[in-house]
Structures are given as C-alpha cells and as structure tokens.
C-alpha cells in the first residue's frame, strides 16, 4: 500500500452504486459525490479516490486499469458483472 497525500476538493466524482432489483439480484448504476483528489506518494499520480490512490502500487503505478464490479472469476477468466476504467487525473512531481 503506498503513502498517500490529500489534494484539492472534487466535485462529481463518479462511482459505480449497488441497488437491488425484485429478485433480490444486484445491478449497478452511475452515480456521483463530492470528494478530495488524492496523491500516490510512490509515483506521483493523482487520483480521485482515496482507495484507489492508496492502492496504486498494488496497481502497478498504472495511469489506468479496470475496476470490475459483480460477476465472479472463473477458471482464471471474469464472467458477468460490468468492468469501471479507473484513469488517473495527473501525475505531479514528487518533492
């Protein structure tokens, strides 16, 4: 997990919100929040949520990847469920 340096206030930032339909069975939805931005302190990329910038290194220190919501993994392979790209807002220098 890397260290992690609170940045300016977001607004809209958007997530993926869990709602339960008739049958008990879970679907997700668009939605947005208020949040701060987030630094890496490993490399220095800047993102919009807390979780995710303090789980850049398990990342990779990738600019980008997928967040997969639902479904379930399967001999190795993801089924079902919708996938969310996680994209970094910027990189800063580290100082």
Known sequence: ?????????????????AKLAGDTSVYYVDAT???HAYQCLGCGLVWDR??????CERHGHAAQYDARYGGYVENG?????????RRAIRRESLR
């Open 1 to 17: 997990m890397s260290a992690i340096k609170k940045l300016e206030r977001l607004e809209g930032t958007e997530y993926m919100k």
């Open 33 to 35: 929040y208020t949040s």
């Open 50 to 55: 807390k979780n995710t910038a303090a789980d």
């Open 77 to 85: 392979q993801w089924k079902g469920g919708r996938s969310y790209p």
